[in-house]
T-cell receptor, first 115, second 114 residues
Framework: AQSVTQLGSHVSVSEGALVLLRCNYS??????LFWYVQYPNQGLQLLLK??????LVKGINGFEAEFKKSETSFHLTKPSAHMSDAAEYFC?????????????FGAGTRLAVHP | DAGVIQSPRHEVTEMGQEVTLRCKPI?????LFWYRQTMMRGLELLIY????????DSGMPEDRFSAKMPNASFSTLKIQPSEPRDSAVYFC????????????FGPGTRLTVT
């Protein structure tokens, strides 16, 4: 069965430091992978996605992620954290299911950024 | 272009009452999803519609929950009777086609059942 594991439910970084949020997936078919961000009291916003092609994917707000098939990973990074990056981040894998593409979400990682 | 619209944004009701949540998908999108988000279970898919037809309702927790999509621009999720354990944030999302992989989420409805 397809699943997504996000290592670390809470991550705390200093402003200006590297952000690294980890995501590993299991999928029996070539995966489509996503990172979504959820700010307090808001819905989920797509940060970036990998479908095919280049394995390093750039998204909004300076985030990027690299698909590593050998490691079944899709970790999210940002070189320099901003206070405004504080939010919850969800990794998801899209899997074919009964004729449509179903999103399976990880449990989420809450990112705190301190001065 | 307007995104996915949900109403109400917040709902507080007493146990046993009927609750109706509403969703307007993005114009032109023919796939619609209802999700529930809780601390304990994370994000769960409740039901998926394509072209107004329910395709996958395997995530609907029990008969107290029902969903309809009478036309391409409107869907409802109803809970009757509501229970405290239904307290959660309910999201609606839409996408452009059955084969589309990218879903666009609404702001959610925070439901509290006392």
């Amino acid at each position: 069965a397809q699943s997504v594991t996000q290592l670390g439910s809470h991550v705390s970084v200093s402003e200006g430091a590297l952000v690294l949020l980890r995501c590993n997936y299991s999928s029996s078919v070539p995966p489509y992978l996503f990172w979504y961000v959820q700010y307090p009291n808001q819905g989920l916003q797509l940060l970036l996605k990998y479908t095919t092609g280049a394995t390093l994917v750039k998204g909004i707000n300076g985030f990027e992620a690299e698909f590593k098939k050998s490691e079944t990973s899709f970790h999210l990074t940002k070189p320099s954290a901003h206070m405004s990056d504080a939010a919850e981040y969800f990794c998801a894998v899209s899997v074919p299911s009964g004729g449509y593409n179903k999103l399976i979400f990880g449990a989420g990682t809450r990112l705190a950024v301190h001065p | 272009d307007a995104g996915v619209i949900q109403s109400p944004r917040h709902e507080v009701t007493e146990m046993g009452q009927e609750v109706t949540l509403r969703c307007k998908p993005i114009s032109g999108h023919n796939s619609l999803f209802w999700y529930r988000q809780t601390m304990m279970r994370g994000l769960e898919l409740l039901i998926y519609f394509n072209n107004n037809v329910p395709i996958d309702d395997s995530g609907m927790p029990e008969d107290r929950f029902s969903a309809k999509m009478p036309n391409a621009s409107f869907s409802t999720l109803k809970i009757q009777p509501s229970e405290p354990r239904d307290s959660a944030v309910y999201f609606c999302a839409s996408s452009q086609g059955q084969g589309s992989v990218e879903q666009y989420f609404g702001p959610g409805t925070r439901l509290t059942v006392t």
